[in-house]
């Protein structure tokens, strides 16, 4: 199964940021016991490359990709610590290329049909589109994808169970980021069970709309 396919099948990827690495892992096992093996892991903090490995390694079955990736040099250190996907938050021409010269799956932001000309030029297929909610929603999405066909889009930003029918329930739309089961506050207290009964939920709620 494709990375693609993967993001398809779970529906939603939990877009997560550690401040320590040691929340990594009761991270993770909470997220898999829930049905989501995947995460993507925010390059905001300091802590998000060793999270990366400790995820990767402990739960080599996890599709784990590294988020707010802004430099090259952040899309070798994810790479290396054992990311299978990139995502940036805006489309950098530089690190899309980088990626796809070295085969490193790269999901870029695009809010703008220009953006997503260029992405079509590359020969993506799914882009992201962030910040969701406020750059328009499910509306401005379906608005801008008509003319391209081909592509796919990870909204991110603003999504939670209240909104996720309206962005799932559309073709254009392949899987969407999603934090409001992964929150800073819920792993700070160490909450892992209330993490892995939201992911339960968020499961269910992506069968319940895809059927």
């Known amino acids: 199964m494709t990375i693609n396919e993967q993001f398809k099948e779970y529906g939603v990827v939990p ?19 829930g049905g989501l093996a995947c995460a993507e892991v925010t390059f905001r903090t300091d802590a ?5 490995r400790l ?5 080599p079955e996890m599709l784990v990709g590294a988020g707010t990736v802004l430099t090259i040099d952040q899309v070798n250190r994810a790479v290396k610590a054992g990311a299978k996907f990139i995502v940036s938050p805006g489309f950098d021409p530089e690190i899309v290329d980088y990626c796809l010269e070295n085969n490193i799956p790269v999901l870029p932001g695009c809010i703008t049909p220009s953006e997503v000309a260029q992405a079509v030029k590359r020969g993506l297929k799914v882009v992201k589109f962030f910040p969701a909610e406020q750059a328009g929603g499910i509306a401005m999405i379906k608005a ?14 603003g999504i939670n169970t209240k909104n996720l029918a309206d962005y799932l329930s559309c073709d254009k739309i392949l899987c969407c980021g999603g934090s409001w089961m992964v929150k800073g506050d819920m792993i700070k207290a160490g909450e892992f069970d209330k993490i892995t009964a939201m992911t339960k939920e968020a499961v269910a709620k992506v069968k319940e709309i895809r059927g």
């Open 15 to 33: 877009v997560v940021v550690l401040n320590d690495a040691k929340d990594a892992l009761p991270l993770a096992k909470a997220l898999v016991e």
């Open 48 to 52: 998000a490359e060793e999270s990366i």
């Open 55 to 59: 995820m990767s390694e402990a739960y």
């Open 144 to 157: 801008m994808a008509a003319p391209y066909t081909m592509v796919k889009f990870m909204p991110t930003g």
